[in-house]
């Protein structure tokens, strides 16, 4: 399979539990619960090109019941990415949009195959590091976007570094923490 692998430079965003913070470079609650193009065992970053859509992702559809989580900026500097918003890389990787936003959930609980993480094997396979691909998240717009990364590391190809500084939201009693370097500090 000859994919049109491209490179990504720039600034992604991640908001997750604040359980997480410790480490916000890991992909170790994806190893451990599985993702929309994770299996469990297999460790996955999931970030977002803009802050607005990694807040969407991490709400889980509780549009109106903010959930508490860390937000965190991260560089990256990536070689292996296929863009599966382009049409052509999309055909490239024999993936149609319906595959990409399927009920992973509802098919790993029913024990059904499940068609994200059968892709995700296929290009793991093929060398690929990383995906983007549209948010299914509800409220996401056309232009809301995702980086998916099987391969990262704070060196190149596949550089992925956390900014030095990120901000725990909490909406529950209004209050809000800062994070810095792994270490959540009220402020």
Not at 28 to 53: I, P, Q, V
Not at 128 to 142: K, Y
Request: proline letters at 5%; a positive charge.
């Amino acid at each position: 399979m000859t994919l049109p692998f491209t490179r990504f430079y720039g600034v992604v965003f991640r908001a997750h539990h604040p359980a997480w913070a410790f480490d916000p470079e890991s992909g170790d609650g994806a190893k451990l619960h599985g993702g929309r193009f994770n299996r469990n065992g297999t460790s996955c970053f999931y970030a977002s090109l803009s802050l607005e859509t990694a807040w969407l992702e991490a709400q889980q559809g509780f549009a109106f019941k903010a959930q508490p989580l860390t937000i965190c900026s991260y560089r990256a500097a990536l070689s292996d990415v296929l863009d599966l918003t382009d049409p052509n890389a999309r055909e490239a990787a024999d993936v149609a949009p319906a595959q990409l936003g399927c009920a992973w959930e509802r098919l790993a609980g029913d024990r059904k195959s499940v068609p994200t993480w059968e892709l995700a094997d296929r290009l793991i396979a093929a060398g690929c590091a990383g995906v983007i691909v549209p948010s299914f998240a509800s409220r996401a717009t056309p232009e809301s976007r995702n980086l998916v990364l099987w391969s990262w590391n704070r060196q190149g190809p596949h550089r992925l570094q956390v900014n030095s500084a990120c901000r725990a939201i909490s909406h529950s009693g209004g209050h809000h923490h800062k994070v810095r370097a792994g270490m959540q500090i009220s402020a």
